[in-house]
């Protein structure tokens, strides 16, 4: 009671502590301002929390994957690093690049 008014006593479900890695943080910020009811649902049921877990560990295994298939494809080998080192960072920055916005396509923005 607030003076003439009943107010709810209301409070989250516990969640479980869960670190934010970038993937996840990515997809908190995604929600929070493109789906707004969807985030305030997970927030609220308390599942906010693992579903940003599970994200971040999807994402994680995909860009690791093409990372590994798109490197491997390129034929890009130790032999090649050891000969030229600039190519290969050059190289393999490119396919990080790009898996990481296949990544940001497919998990983060889906």
Known sequence: MVGDYNLPNLKLPEQTE???????????????????ILYYNLLTKGILNSHLAEVQQRASELEKTLVKQMAQKAGLTEQMKAEDMMKWVRLMNNIRNSAQEIVKKQVIFA
């Open 18 to 36: 869960v670190t934010l890695g970038r993937w996840s943080q990515m997809r908190r910020t995604y929600l929070k301002e493109h789906h707004k």
